[in-house]
């Protein structure tokens, strides 16, 4: 089956600690998005990258980094300098243009210990 | 002023009445426009694309309004399995790569 697949499901950050987050997909998507979500707050954008090899700062993207090495993959690392990690991270992915509907993986949710 | 806007609810429905709400954004030059639905927890499931005036899908009906600048949802029929947070998502111009911009989404529960 194609799709986005995303792991872990859940994920636990100490302090000081960098933790990165997989994003996978198989549906031939040029685009690829990370998302952060927040009780009660829409979908706010970390990094989106076009193709391989580069990527764009979204609109809250200090904390985190990416990198696009693969057309498939997308990880997303957030880094010891983001000191509010805990939401819902989700990953998506679409063909050309910002026109055509995203889809989006099953989420990992990341937690301070 | 958020970009995009949505009531969130709840809008309790009984079941097989009819529900509608709206979304409004901000940015006059969007050209496309979505509908998510997303259960609790769980990742966001495209319900509707929206590139017209409007279009139908069964019991849901999506408008748009240009001149005003708002979309809407509109649910016939309600299920109990329609119970979802419904979010609206908008395309801030078609050169903008990545630039979609979520609503915090419409609680829609549906009760027996």
């Known amino acids: 089956d194609g799709g986005i697949t995303q792991s872990p499901k859940y994920l636990f950050r100490k302090e000081g600690q960098n933790v990165t987050l997989s994003c996978e997909q198989n549906?031939?998507?040029?685009?690829m998005y990370w998302y952060r979500q927040d009780p009660g707050q829409g979908l706010r954008l970390i990094y989106y990258?076009?193709?391989?090899?580069?990527?764009q700062k979204g609109d809250i993207a200090e904390g985190y980094s990416v990198s696009r090495e693969k057309k498939e993959s997308f990880p997303l690392t957030v880094t010891s300098a983001q000191k509010n990690p805990t939401a819902f991270y989700l990953c998506?992915?679409?063909?050309?243009?910002?026109?055509?509907?995203?889809?989006f993986g099953d989420g990992t949710r990341l937690s301070i210990l | 002023r958020k970009e995009v806007e949505q009531d969130p609810g709840p809008f309790n429905v009984p079941e097989g009445a009819t529900v509608a709400f709206n979304c409004t954004y901000s940015?006059?030059?969007?050209?496309?426009f979505f509908w998510y639905r997303q259960d609790c927890r769980k990742e966001p499931k495209l319900l509707m694309s929206?590139?017209?005036s409007g279009n139908e899908d069964g019991r849901f009906t999506a408008q748009l309004n240009r001149a005003s600048q708002y979309i809407s949802l509109l649910i016939r029929d309600s299920k109990l399995s329609d119970s979802a947070t419904y979010l609206c998502?908008?395309?801030?111009?078609?050169?903008?790569?990545?630039?979609?911009?979520f609503g915090a989404g419409t609680q829609v529960v549906v009760t027996p």
């Open positions: 998506a992915s679409n063909r050309h243009g910002s026109n055509q509907p995203q889809h």
């Open positions: 940015n006059s030059a969007s050209q496309s």
């Open positions: 929206v590139y017209s």
């Open positions: 549906l031939n998507h040029d685009a």
């Open positions: 998502v908008v395309n801030f111009g078609t050169d903008s790569w990545g630039k979609l911009q």
């Open positions: 990258s076009q193709i391989v090899n580069d990527f």
